[in-house]
């Protein structure tokens, strides 16, 4: 059990070192240490299901610590498992993120352009340009009457409060 044991610990410690690598690696040969890194770590796996039987069979002064041994190699393992997903998670996200933020450069706005859409709609509504500034006008005031009224409430509110406990 021994031997394989520590061959399993050193490819752990294998693992976390390209671990470090995966995170300073360029573009193209991320997928390749991805993959080399959860293959590794399902052979890890295998082991420690064969390290599991052979514990088992230990003497019993000796099956309790390796056992626990087995059981940290277990661990140590799903924690890069999940360390690995985390970093696939994050580079999935950023490559998202930049497609994205690459479609939206592609694209050209034009807030004037868009404005003076909405004013020909109007238009063909039957909708004057003064119609429309009174529009927009009355909205902006609107914001303030609500505004206003939202601060009053807080402060009937307030002194509600304040005066009947």
Do not use: W
């Not at 950023?94 to 034009?110: G, H, I, K």
């Amino acid at each position: 059990m021994e031997p394989l044991y520590q061959q399993t610990h050193k490819q752990v410690h294998e693992i976390q070192s390209r671990m470090g690598r995966l995170e300073t690696a360029d573009k193209q040969s991320v997928q390749i240490v991805e993959n080399e890194i959860q293959a590794s770590i399902d052979q890890i796996f295998s082991r420690l299901e064969r390290l599991e039987i052979l514990s088992s069979k230990e003497p019993p002064n000796k099956r309790q610590n390796a056992k626990l041994r087995v059981d940290q190699l277990k661990y140590d393992v799903q924690h890069l498992q999940t360390a690995l997903r985390n970093f696939q998670h994050r580079r999935h996200a950023r490559e998202q993120q930049e497609r994205q933020r690459e479609e939206l450069l592609s694209r050209t706005f034009t807030t004037n352009g868009t404005q003076k859409k909405i004013l020909d709609i109007a238009n063909m509504l039957g909708l004057s340009n003064t119609v429309m500034r009174l529009i927009e006008k009355r909205a902006f005031q609107d914001k303030y009457f609500m505004i206003g009224g939202m601060l009053l409430t807080c402060v009937v509110m307030f002194l509600v409060v304040q005066y009947l406990t």
